[in-house]
């Protein structure tokens, strides 16, 4: 038993790297890459760019560790080591991530393939580093192979690998939705423009009247008091809140005028496809229901025309590649996402499949309501 011991460790340590290597590729290197970048690298401080690079170089270690844990070359020297160094960092991380975010949403250990939250992987990692402890214990630095050739060549070709099957450029999807948008005879997205008009700078020769007193923080209170009440007052006057921009003009440049519905769908995703047939009930049903415009994700395009047909209307959408729209989606929300807004005010939003998913009669409820009722 004590010479199975550490072949036995072998496996199981490899198997963890390759697994964690490979799950971070899943369901795809396009999709899983920029997904693993914008919802675990950027919110650490990463730049875009260096989370791109980073993000391939860490799974990359993490294939070649794997690889290099079922060979002799420099086994107990470095290939221990550095296996045991790589999990003390992900743990110090995870520690870090429970004790200010807490033990929530998936760590991306495993990428989308195994979801585990920050306290699992950290059980996972201290038994990991444990079993690592245990095989250096169990092993000779006379039985390594000193090709150090061989590891930096295992080392270098798992990293190219990884930048092969998931390259850094990124294609434009402006092209592809308006080739399909003609392919399904809709019109082409509206372009972007500025909703909120510009404040003209003041004539150098007209009347300037300059009020020297200090404004006290009780005058700013009853100013703010003052302001809100106008407001108050306009909205109920005119029926409707006052205009705000969302951050999602950037996509339809009408989307903050009116009562809209923004909804962030991936055009192979069934819970997506089930939101859109839900929203699509509601309007047939409902002649004053707010117009709905769709950001698909750059993944599986091709099935949009799938996708509408599944849902029984055409809306008109746009394409994102996925970095992209998880930026612009929020890094911690979810697909299928759906946004109600009325003049760029978020009347109510919904992300993913748990707690937060769109529920369809309160969903009914909410888009008849008047705004002084929903306020």
């Known amino acids: 038993m004590n010479k199975q011991l550490p072949l036995i460790i072998k496996g199981i340590m490899a198997f963890m790297f390759l697994l964690s290597a490979v799950a971070k590729l899943y369901p795809s290197p396009n999709m899983a890459l920029p997904t ?9 401080g990463f730049s875009e760019t260096s989370a791109a690079y980073f993000s391939r170089i860490l799974i990359g270690c993490e294939l070649a560790l794997g690889v290099l844990l079922l060979q002799k070359n420099y086994f107990k020297r470095l290939v221990i080591p550095m296996s045991f160094l790589m999990l003390l960092i992900f743990s110090i991380h995870l520690s870090y991530e429970i004790a200010s975010s807490g033990n929530s949403g998936n760590c991306g250990c495993f990428g989308s393939l195994l979801p585990m939250t920050p306290v699992q992987a950290l059980i996972k990692n201290i038994i990991g580093m444990g079993l690592l402890v245990l095989l250096y214990s169990k092993t000779s630095k006379e039985n390594d192979r000193l090709n150090f050739s061989f590891v930096a060549a295992i080392t270098f070709a798992s990293i190219l690998a990884v930048f092969l099957v998931g390259p850094l450029q990124r294609k434009s999807n402006d092209e ?79 989307i903050d005028k009116g009562r809209k519905i923004i909804c962030f769908f991936a055009p192979g995703c069934d819970h997506c496809k089930e939101t859109a047939k839900a929203l699509t009930d509601l309007a047939s049903k409902d002649a004053n229901f707010p117009e709905l415009k769709i950001v698909f994700m750059d993944e599986e395009t091709e099935l949009i025309p799938d996708f509408f047909a599944f849902a029984g209307r055409k809306y008109q959408f746009k394409i994102l590649d996925v970095g992209s729209f998880w930026t612009v989606l929020g890094g911690t929300k979810d697909t299928p996402g759906v946004f109600y807004l009325w003049n760029g005010n978020i009347v109510k939003e919904y992300d993913g499949i748990n707690e937060r998913a769109f ?3 309160e969903f009914k409820k909410i888009v008849q309501k008047k705004w002084s009722e929903l306020k």
């Open 36 to 44: 693993f970048e914008v919802k675990q690298l950027i919110p650490m």
């Open 176 to 254: 592809l939705a308006e080739e399909m948008m003609k392919e399904l005879k809709m019109d082409e997205p509206t372009e972007t423009e500025d909703i909120i008009p510009k404040v003209e700078a003041s004539s150098a020769n007209s009347p300037k009247q300059v009020d020297k007193k200090i404004p006290t923080p009780t005058d700013l209170k009853n100013l703010e008091q003052d302001h809100n009440v106008e407001q108050a007052e306009e909205e109920k006057l005119i029926g409707e809140p006052k205009q705000k921009k969302s951050g999602f003009a950037s996509q339809f440049g009408d």
């Open 359 to 361: 529920k369809k009669e």
